[in-house]
Nanobody
């Protein structure tokens, strides 16, 4: 599976961005998906996750109520809608897939940079 993330950019605090992740090489409709981020000097952290059936979701406390993860299994894409962005959301964002929701991720995208200015 190859994952290509896009949609990052520079946005002012309070603004919105939508990240997209397109999968190729193999379908991901039966896999869990997730978004992670890594800020400068910090460890990578999980931001949001979604099971293949869309029956289970996870959001980090820091993004609950502001970020929404979604997927289109027919198009093999995953999205992350980010609203009310804060400077602390600045990071490189990565999409990833896992064979089973809640387990280790085995394929990762290349990352897309999100910069939120104050």
């Amino acid at each position: 599976v190859q994952l290509q993330a896009c949609g990052g950019g520079l946005v002012q605090a309070g603004g919105s961005l939508r990240l997209s992740c397109a999968a190729s090489g193999r379908g991901i409709s039966n896999r869990g998906v997730g978004w992670f981020r890594q800020a400068p000097g910090k460890e990578r952290e999980s931001v949001a996750a979604l099971s293949w059936s869309v029956g289970s979701t996870y959001y980090a406390d820091s993004v609950k109520g502001r970020f929404t993860i979604s997927r289109d299994n027919a198009k093999n894409t995953v999205s992350l809608l980010m609203n009310s962005l804060k400077p602390e959301d600045t990071a490189v964002y990565y999409c990833a897939v896992t064979p089973t929701y809640g387990t280790s991720y085995d394929y990762w995208g290349q990352g897309t940079l999100v910069t939120v200015s104050s």
